[in-house]
T-cell receptor
Framework: GQQLNQSPQSMFIQEGEDVSMNCTSS?????WLWYKQDPGEGPVLLIA?????ELTSNGRLTAQFGITRKDSFLNISASIPSDVGIYFC????????FGTGTRLKVLA | GAVVSQHPSRVICKSGTSVKIECRSL??????MFWYRQFPKQSLMLMAT?????????EQGVEKDKFLINHASLTLSTLTVTSAHPEDSSFYIC???????????FGPGTRLTVL
């Protein structure tokens, strides 16, 4: 099945650092969603983006819907140990394609 | 926020048996439910989309006779893995979407192990 390109694949960061990850697609999407998945659990919605250029925050998380509608990025500011997990982007309209995931590990 | 449950959370079965997984939207009516499969350290792959009261639409490469989907009510969809084999072992996750929204809410997933 089709997947979105998500980078980086994984990252180790120090607690307190900011994190950036992004997703790119060859197709235009009407909606971008960002999820976090902890081991053995289902994804949890973090941020939903519905308009090109939209910048939306949820606490320490900020995500943007790219102007071209083919990309999106997620920033996490001042990371903490509980930010550990796998972050997925998803793009689509009616049904969604998921990114390959970014595995985040935070060093205390 | 919207809550989606799945049952069972884990199931182990013998090769050749069938397994049914339930997905329920607890506090909203889900006009559409989606079934995904996730292999270890991989992303979610959409298997099928089901709308309440109609036949599911399967993604390319997904056998509809093997993965039976029923969406009989606005709060319940079921996935039955028929004649399961070890290669069907995976994490199966459902999501639900309410009418007039593009946001999907995911269930906690079901870990299927076929011996």
């Amino acid at each position: 099945g089709q997947q979105l390109n998500q980078s980086p694949q994984s990252m180790f960061i120090q607690e307190g650092e900011d994190v950036s990850m992004n997703c790119t697609s060859s197709s235009i999407f009407n909606t971008w969603l960002w999820y976090k998945q902890d081991p053995g659990e289902g994804p949890v919605l973090l941020i939903a983006l519905y308009k090109a250029g939209e910048l939306t925050s949820n606490g320490r998380l900020t995500a943007q819907f790219g102007i071209t509608r083919k990309d999106s990025f997620l920033n996490i500011s001042a990371s903490i140990p509980s930010d550990v997990g796998i972050y997925f982007c998803a793009g689509g309209t009616y049904k969604y394609i998921f990114g390959t995931g970014t595995r985040l590990k935070v060093l205390a | 926020g919207a809550v989606v449950s799945q049952h069972p959370s884990r199931v182990i079965c013998k090769s050749g048996t069938s397994v049914k997984i339930e997905c329920r939207s607890l506090d909203f009516q889900a006009t559409t439910m989606f079934w995904y499969r996730q292999f270890p350290k991989q992303s979610l792959m959409l298997m099928a989309t089901s709308n309440e009261g109609s036949k599911a639409t399967y993604e390319q490469g997904v056998e509809k006779d093997k993965f039976l989907i029923n969406h009989a009510s606005l709060t319940l969809s079921t996935l039955t893995v028929t004649s399961a084999h070890p290669e069907d072992s995976s994490f199966y996750i459902c999501s639900a979407r309410a009418a007039n929204t593009d946001t999907q809410y995911f269930g906690p997933g079901t870990r299927l192990t076929v011996l």
